[in-house]
T-cell receptor, first 114, second 114 residues
Framework: KNQVEQSPQSLIILEGKNCTLQCNYTVSPFSNLRWYKQDTGRGPVSLTI???SENTKSNGRYTATLDADTKQSSLHITASQLSDSASYIC????WGTGGFKTIFGAGTRLFVKA | DTEVTQTPKHLVMGMTNKKSLKCEQHMGHRAMYWYKQKAKKPPELMFV???????INESVPSRFSPECPNSSLLNLHLHALQPEDSALYLC?????????????FGPGTRLTVT
């Protein structure tokens, strides 16, 4: 069972609209959570990184929230642009048996249409 | 310089060929990673190098052979690959290997095995 679940799997929105992507995780003990943007055929680019004590972090039009009690995070994109079309990947790091581990979610594919 | 570079961008090789993928970073990071990514899937960790020593090998077949000549360079030697090994190969680096530090990804090498 994947310990980092993202929803929706894919999303289509119109340019200029807002959207929110979800990430639920069961990984513990939690260290940090990162959101990456990945354009097709390119490497992921970091958007935000949050530790246990942080519950919101912004990077331009991207705002990530974290609720460590419910183990949920969201990524809110404001005033979407065509260039926001990409996969958004949630990554959780935690200590586990055998050492530190980093778990990738399957990603949400966002399509922004004109 | 916050860039991770990878060469080549694209590689087509036969099942009997020997080739190498190269990765370079000049951020002073002490950890470097190789990931394999299939289409519409998240990256899968292959190897982790920490202070130029192999610290994690995720049960990768021996036809993939990593090498870390120095703290800035990471190679992945390929030999006798199978068509199912066709994928995007991503290199990443971070300040530390076992701390959940933010990973900076390269643009990837698109590998096709014929």
């Amino acid at each position: 069972k994947n310990q980092v679940e993202q929803s929706p799997q894919s999303l289509i929105i119109l340019e200029g609209k807002n959207c929110t992507l979800q990430c639920n995780y069961t990984v513990s003990p939690f260290s940090n959570l990162r959101w990456y943007k990945q354009d097709t055929g390119r490497g992921p680019v970091s958007l935000t990184i949050m530790t246990f004590s942080e519950n919101t972090k912004s990077n331009g039009r991207y705002t990530a929230t974290l609720d460590a009690d419910t183990k949920q995070s969201s990524l809110h994109i404001t005033a979407s642009q065509l260039s926001d079309s990409a996969s958004y990947i949630c990554v959780v790091s935690a200590w586990g048996t055998g050492g530190f581990k980093t778990i990738f979610g399957a990603g949400t594919r966002l399509f922004v249409k004109a | 310089d916050t860039e991770v570079t990878q060469t080549p961008k694209h590689l087509v090789m036969g099942m009997t060929n020997k080739k190498s993928l190269k990765c370079e970073q000049h951020m002073g990071h002490r950890a470097m990673y190789w990931y394999k990514q299939k289409a519409k899937k998240p990256p899968e960790l292959m190897f982790v190098y920490s202070y130029e020593k192999l610290s994690i090998n995720e049960s990768v077949p021996s036809r993939f052979s990593p090498e870390c000549p120095n703290s800035s360079l990471l190679n992945l030697h390929l030999h006798a690959l199978q068509p199912e090994d066709s994928a995007l190969y991503l290199c990443a680096s971070s300040q530390g290997a076992l701390t959940g530090d933010e990973q900076y990804f390269g643009p990837g090498t698109r590998l096709t095995v014929t």
